[in-house]
């Protein structure tokens, strides 16, 4: 199975503030990494798919990259309802696998 | 407006066996593969199962091979996880999820809400 490792597991952030996320594939993966943000209670939802497409309906401020085994999430300028968790996920090859995920907190 | 809505989570004992299902509406859902995802509490996501359009081809995590089965009806709108041999490390939220369609890379557009699957004596 493809492993993927996020980094850091959880941060600490302020509004305004940039924010990167790292997420590392075990093996080469192209671009097949989708990104997706989830709130306590709440389901999963898509903001970046295929590395830096970003999904219909989400905020510019939100942005991926990368290719290959390494990506990174970002968000140029944190708002209050950017406070989540936020996972990375191949779809290379079954089976899809997820990051640890990294808590964006206060 | 495209929904996923799951059902069929409880408490069950160790041992024991549990069908969820998700009913899918607002889009042509035999067109789709279909796809199940857990997650356990304060845990992260991880992927169950997968089916393709007509059912006739399915996917497992090794944690639950042979003990889960995943089917659908489409006449029914509707996809089902038959649940078996259930463990206390089963417990967890249970997604259904929408794998999008056309072409690669794929990736999951449309989630339910969740049901609660508690495993526990």
């Known amino acids: 199975d493809i492993q993927m490792t996020q980094s850091p597991s959880s941060l600490s952030a302020s509004v305004g503030d940039r924010v990167t996320i790292t997420c590392r594939a075990s093996?080469?993966?192209?671009?097949?990494l989708n990104w997706y943000q989830q709130k306590p209670g709440k389901a999963p939802n898509l903001l970046i798919y295929a590395a830096s497409s970003l999904q219909s309906g989400v905020p510019s401020r939100f942005s991926g990259s990368g290719s290959g085994t390494d990506f990174t999430l970002t968000v140029s300028s944190l708002q209050p309802e950017d406070f989540a968790t936020y996972y990375c996920q191949q779809s290379y090859t079954t089976p899809w696998t997820f990051g640890q995920g990294t808590a964006v907190e206060f | 407006e495209v929904q996923l809505v799951e059902s069929g989570g409880g408490l069950v004992q160790p041992g024991g066996s549990l069908r969820l299902s998700c009913a899918a509406s607002?889009?042509?859902?035999?067109?789709?593969?279909m796809h199940w995802v857990r997650q356990a509490p304060g845990k992260g996501l991880v992927w169950v199962s997968r089916?393709?359009?007509?059912?006739?081809?399915?996917s497992y995590a090794d944690s639950v091979k042979g003990r889960f089965t995943i089917s659908r009806d489409n006449a029914k709108n509707t996809l089902y996880l038959q649940m078996n041999s259930l463990r206390a490390e089963d417990t967890a939220v249970y997604y259904c999820?929408?794998?999008?369609?056309?072409?690669?890379?794929?990736?999951?557009?449309?989630w339910g809400q969740g049901t609660l699957v508690t495993v526990s004596s």
């Open positions: 999820s929408r794998k999008t369609a056309g072409t690669s890379p794929y990736y999951f557009d449309s």
């Open positions: 089916i393709n359009t007509d059912g006739s081809t399915t």
């Open positions: 093996q080469t993966i192209s671009n097949y």
């Open positions: 607002g889009f042509t859902f035999s067109s789709y593969w």
